[in-house]
DNA sequence: TTCTTATTGCAAGTCTATTGCAAATAACAT
DNA sequence: ATGTTATTTGCAATAGACTTGCAATAAGAA
């Protein structure tokens, strides 16, 4: 139950803690695996949650401005999957290209990589991104 | 000039060399940055050169299934974007936040990450990408 | 030049995501 | 409790990248 940490961060920023935010934070809360606006829609809906997809877009970008989520920029799929920070650290992930689960990596290999780059480029690096896809051991 | 070699690869799948394709070709060729669809539309049209943006996507969907450009999904632009292969092996890139810059960084770091992914995770490991964001050396 | 077939341009459509605005509702003061 | 205000919501419209259908055009072979 992460919800009075986040009630008092969106408090702090002059926000308000409502249903439809509550119904989103406790999808994400209780699936382990990044979801796209469109996925959180049709869940909720299928639980019998009335909510606009607009509405999810929208919760979507207030807990990411606020740090609560990470939006996930996988290659190749044309849309954005957020997933709770809560515990988790930095890490990346692979998607398998037939069933498209979604299995978290629990290692991060660019430190040194990152210090080599900004030496050779000269480019104070901000961010990365890193993503593997393959076939998962039930679609080989 | 690659287009002898490119008309081989053309013709061999009973396809046609024309003067779009020509186009395109010529200014990925001798544009140092991966172009979007976009990009490569609106810089023709200010060479005067006639041509539809389906055209484009068609041509670089061409060109692709030929295996002569690489397709880059980089971080959050939202677009594609492609360069030859021509000469270049597998690389990376680092784009500046500011100025959109893109940048080469000529080196893969992940041949013994794959190896470890793969056992930890039971995945066969298809592709990875990495790309890095940052401050160009003019905009820091 | 003629013929066949790939290619092109235009229009329309898809899909993810964003924006404007009036109605609903949460937080707060009375 | 009741009213006041500011935030949030839903709906409709819009944006932007990309795709598809189809008739007109042009490449390449004969
Ligand atoms: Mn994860
Ligand atoms: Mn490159
Ligand atoms: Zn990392
Ligand atoms: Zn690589």
């Not at 926000?15 to 989103?24: D, E, K, L, S």
């Not at 994400?28 to 809906?45: C, D, G, K, M, V």
């Not at 849309?79 to 890490?91: A, S, V």
């Not at 660019?110 to 393959?134: A, P, S």
């Amino acid at each position: 139950m992460l919800e009075p940490a986040i009630k008092k961060g969106l408090r702090a920023t002059g926000r308000r803690m409502t249903r439809t935010r509550q119904a989103v934070l406790a999808l994400l809360e209780r699936t382990h695996q990044p979801l796209s606006a469109t996925e959180i829609f049709e869940q909720l809906h299928q639980e019998k949650v009335s909510i606009d997809l607009v509405t999810v877009y929208r919760t979507l970008h207030v807990l990411k401005e606020l740090g609560l989520v990470v939006q996930l920029d996988l290659h190749q799929e044309g849309l954005l999957r957020y997933e709770l920070k809560e515990g988790r650290t930095h890490h990346h992930h692979i998607r398998c290209q037939v069933c498209g689960r979604i299995v978290d990596l629990l290692l991060c290999p660019l430190k040194k990589v990152t210090k080599l780059i900004e030496r050779q480029t000269q480019f104070i690096v901000d961010e990365h991104t890193l993503e593997f896809t393959g076939l998962c051991p039930e679609c080989q």
